[in-house]
């Protein structure tokens, strides 16, 4: 082409060859100018900036089908490099409805758009982030999600943040305090829960080890949140183990989009007093920073708690404390208090300070944050807070006083691109906490470690994955107190990677698959988490889900390696005993998680060649044997120890003034005797009883009895119930939680917004709350009684002398001991007599071969069951105008209890089956006036959670809020929260006190 045949160029070819390099130039520099710039600005419909705004181009012109950005501090973007041709302009920005321009026109050179966004009455064009974590519209993810936004969080001041989602539908909120509350959502809620996964900015927010949400411990303030999203029913599998009951996300603002100082003060009944600050800055365009501080003090619910005013002189006996002791003590806690007392009398002072409950409430917390843009694809968010506080705490063992309880944490976050890293540390340090039933100090020094990476990664406009793994690693240090024998192995670390795919099938279906895999260090086998959706979508305004999950629960680290006495010679058999045995048999109550290093299998009992388990005593040298010795139900040797020890127990009892006082008056009476005789006579009645009862008997059983904590609780005087046998427990397994669930949500006609999700639940593996798994062996009364009543019988009959000194006892009347029936014959009230009183005694604890502790009952958790449930949530929201709107939901759960699955158990929801809310708000005068009201209604419920057993009544309550931005000032605004407007007395949970009106007024200026 360009030469001659040896490529020697002449004169024309020279030519052709200038005219095809002049060409390719100047293609070159066509093509090259085939770009162009996009700039703009975004505002609000006052003219205001909006910063933080995602504007998108879409074309198939462009690589992976769009590019985009975000507009800065003073709403500005620009896109560079953007090839000629026509777009598809995409705007949005929480608050504000999506702004869509087609045909947009990319020429050469640059071009500058000014863009407004509306406000939007109805917020379906809201981002989320906490269904997939990423940002996507909550119309368009595949979970059910119930947004609080910033402004409704500024309109209602509040202790915890807790109760800023209280009204949403299907959460389930359970106040135990002024600031303390239990919270999950579609049920199975119980004391110190950490059911529910809470997040703060993808940070685990509970606190370490104890796997406990305490809302009123996270270090943030009502001014910088920016939303707070709940998930309702099981989190995604991105989220790994313990996001089957739900995920609640708090979202702070960015220091970038939020500068400014923000001040209140806070005053209200019950001597509440708060104090808080925020603030927020830029320190030029790519460090940003913030802090926030907060403080406040007051007197929880249930100050009126007699107990805490004491006058020892006129104290007479358990019973008349238990008589003073009002809502909320328990009655084991009031018989520590007694013990107390009687310690107190005989000089032992340094008990004395932890006899009464404090029900002053205190907290402090304080927040930091860096955010450092090394460069438009690069960010690093560095955090760290600190809350301390005082209250009290319901435990599945009973009352907890938290005294300088401290919480802490560091988070380090990288964004990059579609990039997301970040390492966090969450610590406790439980300060001066003691439990309330034992005084016992509460050591909790643990901590939480996590490292976690996640990307998302797009294949053209309608396929992307995102994928990721985590690390948590949980640390316990409780000094023994909490985890006892197991605190040098208590450690667990949890690993865990996933993958999800969202397609996009056609315009209006989209399918979304996932899969999780995860392993901890104490569960032999990984778990396997899929998960799968479809999202219709027929027009932009409507949405049906149909989505299924698989999620599990792992053990936690108290279903693991709790070890603590929670109860100290509950019977009272060691002090009774001591003074004649010389030393103290007593039978504590110990609770203990499932594991201990060296056996895998968690709790066996041994059994005898019979069958029957086999038991241990306290007793037990009595004998000449161990207390860690096993003894054969029925044995005829440890049986007669058993009833020679029970004899001398109601001979003693009988030798007392009481006794023999009643005793002296009533056979004078009967037989008009004067009291010296009757005295006399009231002694050869105890002398004849001692030669009448045999010493030895033969043909005695063993009878096994559980300890029943309602009971325990509603201060029952006999408190076992009869079982037949024991059941191994294993060592704590995940509990898995299938759901299947339809949902829909959408706008009817332009200002009704409709939410309905109906979902059906499997739950497999339901870890119970810790309860009583061991038995106490008893002697059986009926073999007790035949033997007793033929020995006694054939004595009398004998013995004419013995009859005549105990005969009294056919009409003796000794309350709470004896009643004669007047027959003729002593022998059935010294049967009743004597049988009952050996009969009630617990001689032995039929404990696992792996306890610690050989004859104390058990207070453990277990595995059981398979139970279904279904239920309903639905949310109506209504705006008549830009100013009002009306609101209103509804829950129902077809099943609350599940009674005895298994034949081992109840399982409770320990939630109502029905609640519904209707509430409404009015904003007057541009927005200066903000008025809201809400009723809401809870249905009864069974609770069964750790010690706390009973039933809780329904209740229905008013509540009414105001925000004002007062006319004098820049940004002066006045809230006022009127919880429980009519004073309704009420109970959300056995075990904590009885909730009234509280009235909380704040005031804050922004500037």
């Excluded at 095809?20 to 419909?45: C, D, H, K, N, Q």
């Amino acid at each position: 082409m360009f030469g001659g045949r040896f490529g020697i160029p002449n004169k024309e070819s020279i030519m052709k060859y200038r005219l095809f390099l002049y060409a390719l130039v100047l293609w070159a520099g066509v093509a090259f100018a085939e770009e162009g710039t996009l700039s703009g600005v975004v505002m609000g419909p006052e003219g205001e900036a909006i910063p933080g705004a995602n504007v998108v181009l879409i074309s198939d012109l462009l690589p992976g089908g769009k590019i985009g950005t975000a507009t800065d501090e003073d709403g500005r973007f620009r896109l560079e490099e953007v090839p000629i041709g026509e777009y598809q302009l995409s705007v949005t920005h929480i608050g504000y409805r999506d702004l869509t321009r087609e045909g947009v026109g990319i020429v050469a050179g640059e071009q500058e758009l000014m863009l407004t966004l509306e406000t939007g009455i109805i917020f379906l064009d809201q981002n989320v982030v906490s269904a997939s974590r990423r940002q996507e519209k909550v119309l368009e993810a595949p979970a059910s999600v119930a947004i609080v936004e910033a402004e409704e969080i500024r309109n209602r001041p509040a202790l915890s943040v807790a109760e800023h989602i209280r009204d949403l539908p299907g959460v389930d909120f359970s106040q135990t305090g002024l600031a303390q509350s239990n919270v999950v959502v579609r049920g199975f809620n119980n004391v110190f829960s950490g059911a529910l996964l809470t997040l703060t900015d993808n940070r685990i927010a509970r606190v370490p080890s104890l796997r406990l949400n305490a809302y009123n411990f996270i270090p943030v303030t009502n001014d910088d949140i920016e939303r707070i999203e709940v998930v309702l029913g099981p989190g995604s599998a991105l989220y790994g183990p313990n996001s089957a009951n739900g995920v609640m996300h708090i979202i702070t603002h960015s220091p970038f989009t939020s500068a400014g100082t923000n001040v209140n003060l806070g005053l209200g009944e019950r001597s509440v007093r708060k104090v808080g600050m925020r603030h927020a800055g830029a320190a030029s365009d790519r460090l940003g920073y913030k802090i926030s501080a907060q403080y406040y003090t007051g007197v929880d619910w249930g100050d009126q708690d007699q107990c805490t005013d004491i006058d020892l002189a006129n104290i007479g006996s358990e019973e008349r404390l238990w008589q003073q002791c009002i809502d909320p003590i328990d009655r084991e806690e009031v018989k520590v208090r007694w013990q107390r007392l009687q310690a107190i009398k005989t000089g032992d002072d340094a008990l004395e300070p932890l006899l009464e409950r404090s029900f002053d409430i205190e907290r402090l917390s304080y927040e930091a944050r860096l955010d450092y843009k090394a460069s438009d694809d690069l960010t690093a968010i560095l955090a760290a807070g600190y809350n301390k506080g005082d209250q009290i705490e319901l435990t599945g063992l009973g009352a907890g006083q938290a005294r300088d309880w401290a919480y802490n944490y560091v988070q380090l976050r990288l964004l990059y691109k579609d990039w997301f890293a970040q390492v966090f540390q969450n610590g406790s340090d439980a300060g001066d906490t003691f439990t309330l039933r034992d005084g016992n100090p509460i050591v909790d020094k643990s901590k939480l470690t996590a490292f976690q990476v996640q990307h998302s990664a797009a294949l053209g406009v309608r396929q992307r994955f995102t994928y990721g793994a985590d690390v948590l690693l949980t640390r316990p240090d409780t000094e023994g107190t909490i985890t006892g024998g197991n605190e040098d192995y208590d450690q667990t670390n949890e690993f865990g990677a996933y993958v999800q795919s969202e397609t996009a099938l056609s315009e209006m279906l989209d399918l979304v698959v996932a899969l999780r895999y995860d392993d901890h260090n104490r569960i032999p086998e990984g778990e396997i988490s899929p998960r799968a959706g479809l999202v219709f979508k027929p027009k932009e305004t409507q949405i049906l889900r149909l989505t299924y999950n698989h999620a599990f629960a792992t053990p936690s680290s108290n279903n693991l390696y709790l070890d603590i006495r929670s109860s100290q010679d509950p019977f009272g058999i060691g002090a009774a005993f001591a003074p004649v045995l010389g030393f103290a048999p007593a039978i504590d109550i110990r609770a203990q998680g499932t594991y201990r290093e060296g056996f895998a299998d968690g709790w066996t009992f041994a059994r005898s060649g019979n069958g029957r388990p086999q038991f241990r005593s306290s007793f037990a040298p009595v004998a000449g044997m161990a207390p860690a010795d096993y003894i054969d139900l029925g044995d005829p040797v440890f049986t007669n120890v058993m009833w020679g020890l029970g004899r001398s127990g109601v001979l003693s009892a009988l030798n007392t003034e009481l006794f023999l006082g009643l005793a002296t008056t009533q056979i004078g009476v009967l037989q008009g005797l004067d009291r010296a005789a009757g005295e006399v006579a009231a002694q050869q009645l105890l002398g004849g009883l001692d030669a009448l009862v045999p010493a030895q008997l033969t043909g005695l059983d063993n009878a096994l009895l559980m300890l029943n904590l309602e009971k325990v609780a509603a201060g029952d005087p006999a408190p076992f119930d009869p079982v037949a046998d024991v059941i191994d427990v294993p060592l704590t397994r995940s509990t898995t939680t299938e759901t299947f669930e339809l949902g829909y949500k959408g706008v009817v006609g332009e200002k009704l917004v409709v939410a309905a999700d109906l979902y059906h639940t499997r739950i497999k593996d339901f870890v119970s709350p810790i309860q009583v798994q061991t038995p106490n062996v008893f002697l059986d009364p009926a073999s007790l009684g035949a033997a007793l009543g033929a020995s006694v019988g054939a004595a009398l009959a004998e013995n004419a002398e013995l009859a005549a000194a105990v005969a009294p006892l056919d009409n003796m009347q000794v309350p709470g001991l004896l009643s004669g029936n007047g027959n003729g014959s002593p022998a059935d009230e010294i049967v009743a007599l004597f049988a009952g009183g050996a009969a009630g005694i617990p001689f032995g604890t039929v404990t696992p071969e792996q306890a610690f502790d050989p004859t104390a009952v058990m207070l453990t958790y277990r595995n059981f069951g398979e139970i279904s449930l279904n239920g309903l949530d639905v949310n109506l929201a209504y705006f008549p105008s830009d100013q009002w709107s009306l609101t209103g939901s509804y829950s129902y759960v077809d099943k609350t209890l599940f009674e005895k699955v298994d034949g081992i158990a109840d399982i409770a929801l320990n939630a109502p089956g029905n609640k519904f809310k209707v509430g409404t708000s009015y904003t007057f005068d541009q927005e200066q006036l903000t008025i809201g009201a809400q009723w809401r209604y809870v249905g009864a419920f069974r609770q069964e959670s750790g010690v706390f057993i009973g039933d809780v009544d329904a209740y229905s309550l008013l509540d009414l809020n105001a925000s004002y931005l007062l006319p004098f000032g820049d940004n002066l605004r006045l809230g006022v929260d009127v919880s429980n407007a009519l004073d309704n007395k009420h109970r959300t949970f056995i075990g904590a006190p009885e909730i009234g009106r509280l009235v909380f007024g704040q005031l804050g200026v922004a500037f």
